[in-house]
């Protein structure tokens, strides 16, 4: 798969313009993550065509928007104010850098350490309310409520030596986030219909027993007549349920539409912004800028699932890294 998508997110990138037995193995790519047997919907590779390409244009697309890597001094934090509101201190970034498992992994497989080290840097933003102190004018008011942000769970993605490499490794990512994102809709799907399917067969056994006299039951005929209208009323409704999901002819199909749906709107399911904040040295939230207050802005990446991620492209030594990491 990486030679795959090497070849489609190349340099050359044309929107649209891939090679149709590129387009052809990212359609087996999403049928392989979701579900293999699609393969029985006639038709499928045409059906799923223009959605794959349609999410390859969105991941190439939100990718490139990253903005250039900024380069961290594992020595210092230096005066970059991104960083300094990503890391409380040296030593937590230092100790993000050479702990994080993905990098460790990269050193310990490249037969020699690049000069430059590019991935990306992903975390979470929290801001929780505190009460604190603030001068107005000559007088310190205290209980003031404040909003401050901090950064958790950093974790660096896809590195490599090059950022050319780096940039279609996410873009692969983003692909595959996709395909993960439909198989989890497909899985609640079939999740849904076991559901309904074992409330039916429940409630047709209760209702068959009440229909013929109370069989089974202790005290054979004193079965309540006034149970069976309701009991037939939730087996229509869940009847109706299992036809909108699909009957047992048609569920690849259905699982394929919703496929189908996720790579074909992919701006609904995975989609980037700009988050700017202005922040104090300390990390709370202010309404102008100052001498030690500053105006942030940064890539989120949000999904439908609602999770969402701060992103950083960096660039880091690989001899510094290396040296930490040791």
């Given at each position: 798969?990486?030679?795959?998508?090497?070849?489609?997110f190349g340099s050359e990138e044309i929107k649209g313009g891939y090679p149709e037995s590129l387009v052809k193995e990212a359609i087996e790519r999403a049928v392989d993550g979701t579900d293999p047997w699609l393969r029985t919907v006639s038709g499928y590779k045409k059906k799923l065509r223009p959605a794959v390409i349609r999410a390859i244009d969105h991941v190439i697309a939100?990718?490139?928007?990253?903005?250039?890597?900024?380069?961290?001094?594992?020595?210092?934090r230096g005066d970059d104010p991104l960083l300094k509101a990503f890391f409380i201190s040296l030593d937590e970034m230092r100790k993000v850098f050479g702990n994080d498992r993905n990098l460790a992994g990269f050193l310990r497989e490249a037969a020699d350490v690049p000069e430059k080290i590019f991935a990306l840097l992903a975390m979470e933003k929290n801001e929780k309310v505190i009460f604190g102190a603030e001068l107005s004018g000559d007088i310190v008011v205290r209980d003031v409520p404040q909003i401050t942000v901090s950064f958790e769970g950093h974790r660096l993605i896809d590195p490599s030596g090059d950022q050319d490499k780096t940039r279609r490794l996410l873009k692969r990512r983003a692909y595959d986030h996709l395909i993960s994102l439909a198989?989890?809709?497909?899985t609640m799907t079939k999740m849904e219909r076991k559901e309904l399917e074992r409330r039916h067969a429940l409630l047709q056994s209760k209702l068959n027993i009440l229909q013929r006299g109370g069989w089974g039951f202790e005290g054979a005929g004193s079965v309540d007549?006034?149970?069976?209208?309701?009991?037939?009323?939730?087996?229509?409704?869940?009847?109706?349920?299992?036809l909108e999901i699909g009957g047992d002819d048609r569920m690849f199909e259905v699982y394929l539409d919703i496929l189908i749906e996720v790579l074909g709107r992919p701006e609904e399911h995975l989609w980037g912004k700009k988050e700017t904040l202005i922040l104090d040295s300390t990390g709370i939230k202010r309404n102008q800028v100052a001498s030690n207050v500053h105006e942030l802005t940064f890539p989120e990446l949000l999904n439908s699932e609602g999770r969402r991620f701060v992103l950083l492209l960096v660039a880091l030594s690989g001899e510094e890294l290396r040296r930490i990491s040791g």
């Amino acid at each position: 798969m990486l030679r795959l998508l090497q070849s489609i997110f190349g340099s050359e990138e044309i929107k649209g313009g891939y090679p149709e037995s590129l387009v052809k193995e990212a359609i087996e790519r999403a049928v392989d993550g979701t579900d293999p047997w699609l393969r029985t919907v006639s038709g499928y590779k045409k059906k799923l065509r223009p959605a794959v390409i349609r999410a390859i244009d969105h991941v190439i697309a939100l990718v490139d928007r990253l903005p250039p890597p900024i380069a961290v001094d594992l020595e210092r934090r230096g005066d970059d104010p991104l960083l300094k509101a990503f890391f409380i201190s040296l030593d937590e970034m230092r100790k993000v850098f050479g702990n994080d498992r993905n990098l460790a992994g990269f050193l310990r497989e490249a037969a020699d350490v690049p000069e430059k080290i590019f991935a990306l840097l992903a975390m979470e933003k929290n801001e929780k309310v505190i009460f604190g102190a603030e001068l107005s004018g000559d007088i310190v008011v205290r209980d003031v409520p404040q909003i401050t942000v901090s950064f958790e769970g950093h974790r660096l993605i896809d590195p490599s030596g090059d950022q050319d490499k780096t940039r279609r490794l996410l873009k692969r990512r983003a692909y595959d986030h996709l395909i993960s994102l439909a198989l989890r809709r497909i899985t609640m799907t079939k999740m849904e219909r076991k559901e309904l399917e074992r409330r039916h067969a429940l409630l047709q056994s209760k209702l068959n027993i009440l229909q013929r006299g109370g069989w089974g039951f202790e005290g054979a005929g004193s079965v309540d007549s006034s149970d069976i209208p309701g009991l037939e009323e939730q087996i229509g409704q869940i009847e109706a349920q299992l036809l909108e999901i699909g009957g047992d002819d048609r569920m690849f199909e259905v699982y394929l539409d919703i496929l189908i749906e996720v790579l074909g709107r992919p701006e609904e399911h995975l989609w980037g912004k700009k988050e700017t904040l202005i922040l104090d040295s300390t990390g709370i939230k202010r309404n102008q800028v100052a001498s030690n207050v500053h105006e942030l802005t940064f890539p989120e990446l949000l999904n439908s699932e609602g999770r969402r991620f701060v992103l950083l492209l960096v660039a880091l030594s690989g001899e510094e890294l290396r040296r930490i990491s040791g």
